[in-house]
Nanobody
Framework: QVQLVESGGGLVQAGDSLRLSCAAS????????MGWFRQAPGSDREFVAG????????YYADSVKGRFTISRDNAKNTVYLQMNSLKPEDTAVYYC???????????????WGQGTQVTVSS
């Protein structure tokens, strides 16, 4: 098993940047592919970005491609989501998730953090 704790959310203005972190503990971090998802009020939880176990492959939703960057530091057991040029529609609770191989489907992930709120004002 793995335990995940997100941090770094907050209230920012449109055009600003934020970096989210997700710290993992438990089973060796490099065992897991990681994903970031988000959920806005009244909406389903949606895929944002994913990264392979080694960090060599990254994947993005079209809505964030070119603005967000996912990365990981296996020595620090942490995955990051650098979010630039934020828009009001990026407002959501952001969750990190872990599974043994990459997937963009939230249904495939067994391990989730508690989420961190990101609010982007216009």
């Amino acid at each position: 098993q793995v335990q995940l704790v997100e941090s770094g959310g907050g209230l920012v203005q449109a055009g600003d940047s934020l970096r989210l972190s997700c710290a993992a503990s438990g089973r060796p971090f490099s065992t897991y592919a990681m994903g970031w998802f988000r959920q806005a009020p009244g909406s389903d939880r949606e895929f944002v970005a994913g990264i392979s176990k080694s960090g060599g492959y990254t994947y993005y939703a079209d809505s964030v491609k070119g603005r967000f960057t996912i990365s990981r530091d296996n020595a620090k057991n942490t995955v990051y989501l650098q979010m630039n040029s934020l828009k009001p529609e990026d407002t959501a609770v952001y969750y990190c998730a872990a599974r043994l191989s990459y997937s963009s489907s939230r249904m495939d992930y067994a391990y989730w953090g508690q989420g961190t709120q990101v609010t982007v004002s216009s």
